[in-house]
């Protein structure tokens, strides 16, 4: 039987290098965060030291791996996980030396030279130094945001994304690049330029432009983002999978340029981000962050004025906690509890943030509605006496005062009432009119009603990480991580506010959106022997965003159909555009500038669901002086998405000159 179980377990092993070995001919190698840690172990008068044993032992988690220095004195260290080591060193007449605060980074390579001192067989001679800070082991050029400096700098939004500008050649973009509206409502700007534009994709940390960089000029979506040594992308829009928060973050490293082999995919950056995991000493965070007018620091200016402040709310608040594993064990015999000290370990995260701020338009919370007049069809008071203007109709050019409305037969309308053109008004041309909300300021015949709509974030992020270690030889870990969040932005005319009863949608940007992903990751490290090791990863995300405007599909509360209601029916053909279609009376450079009737509705909803696969392997060996890394990186991508605009859902646009 055991003989039997040996054979199924080589079997599979020689499976495993035979996948990997066949994937060779892919265009890249399997990537990875780990690091390594390599150098030459010499005496005091500079002669190599040879058959010395070196032992890597990781601080947190007491892991440790062994090797002997070959005939030229060197040794090397492969595929360790980011964290805190030291190098304990034993050769035959030395004294044992220990070279402690090594520092191993997210895909590092760390040159640790150890000279022995000659004294007492049996004594121990640690050594505390600092580490080289020159990379003359690889060719990549990038940096390493370590967790304290994720944890402490100061973050909009708490993005983590945003600290990969501290390295050189890196960029948030001013200019539009995937899509957008240029302000807080309709997008956020991307590092808080103002006239920049954020991107499409975000739904998720809108406020603080996503996840969009520009590295050494190249386009945004060009980037490729790891997460724990998995593919951590989106198909869709070429951004961020999972976004953990920073207190879960045990650093991150992006690479700008001369990327190594394995890195593959990127012309622009490669951004790979390490997840914190649990240690022998239980430890844990809590934490509240606080941005509004009550405990913000204010302009003097402000300060004159404190009342007349917009209040911008966010709270983001979680906590995070990690230790070793104990479980109960049961049945008769051995120890009650299960110890996992230096053996297995757990990490669990958590965050939360509640949004509520203001959501005004340009024209400081002013948009325009219909007039008693207008609302019958006279749009005389559009009219200025006086001027002249050339007009192109069916009957060619016509000169006529600016604010003319034109009958279907291309004549001016007589008193510029459409009643007057012989022809009947359209009961659908009035229920739209009708159903706009009365103006509030009468005196005004453009923004005449005074807005005030609002912006409600809800975001629930939880993830956990879990290591453990099989036999000697034998390391696995397992993660999981799932990220919901909502948006609500409101209407520009509430529910309620037509005189009619049709509320009308209406708002840039105005409705309900949803931007939600989960991800799990596995991994496992095997120790052939000293010098070769083999790492398999495998990462699976499902990213699914989507953007219903009011109405659509009864969002924020508004009747799905409000067209038929208007007497408009058979508009919305795709099957899911629901709601009203876009439809706005623009009246261009009246009184020295554009001005338009609000607009109102939407083409239909917007939705996607992007799903990614990766698989990778890869065999490291150590010959002398040499290192060989064997791999291959396998991913699948499958996008799906739905743009009712594009769909068959009918926009209709009527301008009045």
Known sequence: ??????????????????????????????????????????????????????????????????????????????????????????????????????????????????????????????????????????????????????????????????????????????????????????????????????????????????????????????????????????????????????????????????????????????????????????????????????????????????????????????????????????????KKLYNGRNRSFWYFYYEGQRNATPSTTGDFGFVSVPTAKMRVGDFSELLQPGTTKSFTTINGTVNAPIGTVFCRTGLPAAGNDIRNCGQTFSAAAQNVLRAYPLPTVASRIFDNYATNRKEKYNRNTFGLRFDHKIRESDSIFFAYSRDNSSRARDNNFPLGSSPTGNDLPSGFGAGNEFGNSRGVRLGETHVFSPTVINDFRFGATRVRIGIFNTGVGGALGFDPQISAHLGIPNINICGECTGVILLGIEEPFQRGRQNQLEFIGDGGPFYFTSNNFSFADGLTWIHGKSGFKFGGDMRIRQNSNFDGGRAGGMKGKLIVS
Not at 208 to 225: C, D, E, I, K, Y
Not at 275 to 300: C, D, I, M, P
């Open 1 to 334: 039987m055991a003989m039997t179980q040996n054979a199924i377990y080589w079997l599979a092993r020689g499976c495993a290098v035979a996948f990997m070995f066949g994937v060779l001919a892919l265009p890249t190698l399997a990537q990875t965060n780990k690091g390594t840690i390599k150098g030459t172990i010499t005496d005091q008068g500079g002669g190599i030291v040879q058959k010395a044993t070196v032992k890597v032992t990781n601080v947190d988690t007491n892991a440790e791996r062994s090797v002997n220095t070959g005939d030229d004195g060197t040794y090397e260290v492969p595929l360790l996980e980011p964290g805190k080591y030291k190098v304990t060193v034993t050769a035959p007449t030395f004294p044992e030396t220990v070279r402690e605060n090594i520092v191993v980074q997210t895909s590092s390579t760390e040159v640790v030279d150890i000279t022995l001192t000659a004294g007492q067989v049996g004594a121990v001679v640690t050594v505390t130094g600092s580490q080289t800070l020159v990379q003359s082991e690889t060719s990549d050029l990038g940096s390493v945001i370590d967790s304290r400096q994720v944890t402490d700098l100061p973050i909009p939004q708490r993005n983590f994304t945003l600290l990969a500008t501290l390295s050189p050649g890196v960029s948030r973009p001013f200019v539009s690049t995937i899509g957008g509206g240029g302000n807080f409502e309709s997008g956020g700007t991307p590092g808080g330029v103002i006239g920049s534009t954020g991107s499409t994709e975000s739904t998720r940390f809108r406020e603080s432009g996503g996840s969009v960089l520009v590295v050494n000029g190249a386009r945004p979506t060009n980037n490729n983002f790891t997460l724990d040594g998995t593919d951590n992308n989106e198909g869709q829009f070429g951004q961020i999978g999972i976004y953990p928060p920073p207190d879960a973050i045990a650093e991150f490293k992006i690479q700008t340029s001369i990327a190594p082999a394995e890195g593959g995919r990127a012309g622009g950056g490669i951004i790979s981000t390490t997840t914190k995991s649990g240690t022998n000493a239980v430890h844990g965070t809590a934490y509240e962050f606080y941005q509004g007018r009550v405990w913000s620091a204010l302009s003097r200016q402000d300060k004159s004025h404190p009342n007349n402040l917009t209040n911008r709310n966010t709270h983001q608040f979680g906590g995070t906690a990690g230790g070793p594993v104990f479980l109960p064990r049961f049945g008769e015999g051995g």
